[in-house]
């Protein structure tokens, strides 16, 4: 036998978690980076319509830009941290699920063609938080519950 371990063999990480990550925590850092992607492609479109605009659009364009693009930084750094199985991971992504309802809302709100995009945005992020809380994916971050210790939650 070779010395590289067969990805189906259960191994144990940083967190003390043992076993193969979880199909959920894949799919929930999937949906991250989809959205911190999104968010990337949102944040380069509005740095280049303000860079190409006019007066207050330029620097109204140029700030949205900037700060979407750092934004952007919140689910993808998540998406990391639930693919390398690190515990602080899911706060950043309920966080960023959170705050995308009202934005999925809002699209939801217009008459445009606003209306499909909000639908996927609620789909997503609904998925998500279904993903995150889950037992299985709390179990492969080494969360412990409320009031449990490691060996009670080992049992």
């Known amino acids: 036998?070779?010395?590289?371990?067969?990805?189906?063999?259960?191994?144990?990480?940083?967190?003390g978690a043992a076993g193969p990550r979880p199909r959920r925590l894949t799919y929930a850092a999937a949906l991250s980076a989809l959205e911190g992607l999104a968010l990337l492609v949102g944040g380069v479109w509005m740095l280049v319509f303000g860079i190409?605009?006019?007066?207050?659009?330029?620097?109204?364009?140029?700030?949205?830009?900037i700060?979407?693009?750092?934004?952007?930084?919140?689910?993808?750094?998540?998406?990391r941290g639930l693919l390398l199985r690190r515990s602080w991971s899911r706060g950043p992504a309920v966080i960023t699920q959170i705050l995308a309802l009202p934005v999925a809302y809002n699209l939801l709100q217009a008459d445009s063609a606003a209306i499909p995009a909000g639908i996927a945005l609620a789909v997503v992020a609904v998925t998500s938080l279904v993903l995150l809380v889950h037992p299985a994916t709390t179990r492969a971050l080494g969360i412990k519950g409320p009031g449990r210790t490691r060996e009670t939650q080992q049992r």
């Open 1 to 15: 036998m070779s010395s590289e371990q067969n990805p189906a063999q259960e191994t144990t990480d940083a967190t």
């Open 52 to 65: 190409t605009g006019d007066g207050v659009d330029r620097q109204t364009g140029i700030t949205g830009g």
């Open 67 to 79: 700060t979407v693009l750092v934004l952007a930084l919140l689910p993808l750094l998540a998406a």
